[in-house]
């Protein structure tokens, strides 16, 4: 398995700012994936975080509304840019090694858009 | 489009039975199909897998069944205790790099 730190934890924004989540993996992972949990909605992918260049976006999803960095085969950020109401939501990091057909996740980031 | 469907958002079962949770995919394609467990204020805990070539796969309590030709699998908890009370999610492989996730059944295990 891997250890994964996700944080904040949680927080509580105002609308029109932005909030950046950090993850940090316990040993390096080629593939590393942010997804979106809506109230009783199932997880989305958000985009796939590619180490040394842009991430690749799902449909619905923009990278001026969710930069995604991801600087080495341990970290990634994803920022929620000029946030709503409507992105309030649990956002979750994951990674994934060569080879493993699991996934594991962090804690996941609770944000509560005011 | 979702391609990976739980019907039941909800399930209760008494200390000791058994606990079914259901999947459906549409997806013919799949690669591996996996159940993660999820606890409050935690991200999703990797439970139990199959591969699309296997009908069956038993870890412990935990069972899973693969039903291609319905498109169905599911997983059994025999006994079922009160602390795997929490959201199961279902989730589809393809490419071995992408995951599909169903919405989740909330499993309640009553002492």
């Known amino acids: 398995s891997a250890v994964i730190s996700q944080k904040p934890s949680r927080d509580i924004c105002q609308r029109g700012t932005s909030l950046t989540i950090q993850c940090q993996v316990d040993s390096q992972v080629t593939m590393m994936f942010w997804y979106r949990q809506q109230p009783g909605q199932s997880l989305t992918l958000i985009a796939t975080?590619?180490?040394?260049?842009?991430?690749?976006?799902e449909s619905g999803f923009v990278i001026d509304k969710f930069p995604i960095s991801r600087p080495n085969l341990t970290f990634s950020t994803l920022t929620v840019s000029n946030m709503s109401p409507e992105d309030s939501s649990i956002y979750l990091c994951?990674?994934?090694?060569?080879?493993?057909?699991?996934?594991?996740f962090g804690q996941g980031t609770r944000l509560t858009v005011v | 489009d979702q391609q990976v469907k739980q019907n039941s958002p909800s399930l209760s079962v008494q200390e000791g039975r058994i606990s079914i949770l259901n999947c459906d995919y549409t997806n013919s394609m799949f690669d591996y199909f996996l159940w993660y467990k999820k606890y409050p204020a935690e991200g999703p805990t990797f439970l139990i897998s199959i591969s699309s070539i296997k009908d069956k796969n038993e870890d412990g309590r935990f069972t899973v069944f693969l039903n291609k030709s319905a498109k169905h699998l599911s997983l059994h908890i025999v006994p079922s205790q009160p602390g795997d009370s929490a959201v199961y999610f279902c989730?589809?492989?393809?490419?071995?790099?992408?995951?599909?996730f169903g919405s989740g059944t909330k499993l309640n295990v009553k002492p």
């Open positions: 989730a589809a492989l393809i490419n071995f790099n992408k995951f599909y």
């Open positions: 994951s990674v994934q090694r060569t080879g493993d057909t699991e996934a594991f």
């Open positions: 975080a590619n180490q040394g260049s842009e991430a690749t976006y």
